[in-house]
């Protein structure tokens, strides 16, 4: 047995250490006087205020709000970008959706229709049919809607014909009229929509083109004389030219012609003269075929018969000279 315990002694085996209670007690004062000192020098903020200032400072993105179902606030976000940069395409694209969970579906066709006509301009005719197809969803009494996606399936059947055409209005412009390769698709831009486009094949229009010459004519320029037999036609592309009569010393303007009209179809086509006479009423780009390049279009032509029917189914010049008798005759 190993020596007696002095009386309010401590074992050895507990020597240096703390009591239970005292243990206890030295434990709460230690983490008391720790969580003192973290918020001494900042630390140890309780968890509900780190929670609310996160919250606080999270910002949700646009396609947040629209998981959110928070449309208003979507909406005005995309509004304020748009106002930046007014052809961000995909911007148009989430607000029209936007809109259409409002139910203000009359906004929402707008932005359709917005985008689908910048896709069609940019070549890409389904995307825009696509689009415009979820208008007519939302919208399915609009005729309007119908009507552009008849235009731009239109466009679309003449992508092909494209190719045929600016290669003939290349060979009519040539280098010498000064033709940059975006000129002439404007001045393509300007005849799609043309009954002479509209009824000629893509071949059929090469031929007829890389026989024509551009030409541009200032205001005042004048085109042909009343009576005057020499043989061409012109294709007007861009500008006005009007057909008069010179009476009494004042000239009379007889009718009006603008882009896609075709004149002078009787001294070319039926060897007859001009019925008064013509003028460019302001700057004038039009195509010009003479005598010389209808035969050589006429040339190996599968279908000569309709391609000089196209030439002359206006009757313009016929309508002209029918006015100046009319108009004689009072």
């Given at each position: 047995?190993?020596?007696?315990?002095?009386?309010?002694?401590?074992?050895?085996?507990?020597?240096?250490?703390?009591?239970g209670?005292?243990?206890?007690?030295?434990?709460?004062?230690?983490?008391r006087?720790?969580?003192?000192?973290?918020?001494?020098?900042?630390?140890?903020?309780?968890?509900?205020?780190?929670?609310?200032?996160?919250?606080?400072?999270?910002?949700?993105?646009?396609?947040?709000?629209?998981?959110?179902?928070?449309?208003?606030?979507?909406?005005d976000?995309?509004?304020?970008?748009?106002?930046?940069?007014?052809?961000?395409?995909?911007?148009?694209?989430k607000l029209?959706?936007?809109?259409?969970?409002?139910r203000?579906?009359?906004?929402?066709?707008?932005?359709?229709?917005?985008?689908?006509?910048?896709y069609?301009?940019?070549?890409?005719?389904?995307?825009?049919?696509?689009?415009?197809?979820?208008?007519q969803?939302?919208?399915?009494?609009?005729?309007?809607?119908r009507?552009?996606?008849?235009?731009?399936?239109?466009?679309?059947s003449?992508?092909?014909?494209?190719?045929?055409?600016?290669e003939?209005?290349?060979q009519?412009?040539?280098?010498?009229?000064?033709?940059?390769?975006?000129?002439?698709?404007?001045?393509?831009?300007?005849?799609?929509?043309?009954?002479?486009?509209?009824?000629l094949s893509?071949?059929?229009?090469?031929?007829l083109?890389?026989?024509?010459q551009?030409?541009?004519?200032?205001?005042?320029t004048?085109?042909?004389?009343?009576?005057?037999?020499?043989?061409?036609?012109l294709?007007l592309?861009?500008?006005?030219a009007?057909?008069f009569?010179?009476?009494?010393?004042?000239?009379?303007?007889?009718?009006?012609?603008?882009?896609?009209?075709?004149?002078?179809?009787?001294?070319?086509?039926?060897?007859?003269?001009?019925?008064?006479?013509?003028?460019?009423?302001?700057?004038?780009t039009?195509?010009?075929?003479?005598?010389?390049?209808?035969?050589?279009?006429?040339?190996g032509?599968?279908?000569?018969?309709?391609?000089?029917?196209?030439?002359?189914?206006?009757?313009?010049?016929?309508?002209?000279?029918a006015?100046?008798?009319?108009?004689?005759?009072?």
């Amino acid at each position: 047995m190993g020596p007696l315990r002095r009386r309010g002694g401590v074992h050895r085996r507990r020597q240096g250490r703390p009591s239970g209670h005292t243990a206890r007690s030295c434990r709460g004062l230690t983490w008391r006087h720790s969580v003192g000192i973290r918020s001494w020098f900042g630390g140890g903020k309780p968890e509900s205020k780190q929670s609310g200032a996160k919250a606080k400072e999270q910002e949700y993105t646009i396609d947040d709000l629209i998981v959110l179902e928070r449309y208003d606030e979507a909406a005005d976000r995309l509004k304020t970008k748009l106002k930046i940069n007014p052809q961000d395409l995909h911007s148009h694209l989430k607000l029209a959706e936007v809109y259409a969970q409002l139910r203000q579906f009359d906004k929402a066709v707008d932005e359709f229709g917005f985008v689908a006509d910048e896709y069609a301009q940019d070549g890409f005719h389904d995307k825009g049919i696509a689009l415009l197809s979820k208008a007519q969803k939302l919208a399915p009494l609009d005729q309007s809607i119908r009507f552009k996606i008849e235009r731009i399936q239109r466009d679309k059947s003449m992508e092909h014909v494209r190719s045929y055409a600016l290669e003939g209005l290349r060979q009519a412009g040539g280098t010498q009229a000064g033709s940059s390769a975006v000129e002439l698709k404007r001045l393509w831009h300007n005849l799609t929509g043309t009954a002479v486009v509209q009824r000629l094949s893509g071949d059929q229009l090469k031929r007829l083109f890389s026989c024509m010459q551009l030409v541009r004519l200032e205001p005042e320029t004048l085109i042909a004389e009343e009576g005057s037999q020499e043989a061409f036609l012109l294709l007007l592309v861009t500008g006005t030219a009007e057909g008069f009569v010179r009476d009494g010393g004042r000239n009379t303007v007889i009718r009006s012609f603008t882009s896609g009209d075709i004149i002078g179809e009787m001294p070319l086509l039926e060897r007859g003269s001009w019925p008064v006479c013509y003028r460019a009423l302001d700057q004038v780009t039009a195509l010009r075929l003479t005598r010389e390049g209808l035969e050589q279009a006429l040339v190996g032509n599968p279908d000569p018969r309709g391609f000089l029917e196209v030439l002359r189914e206006q009757h313009n010049d016929r309508d002209v000279a029918a006015t100046l008798r009319r108009y004689r005759a009072s």
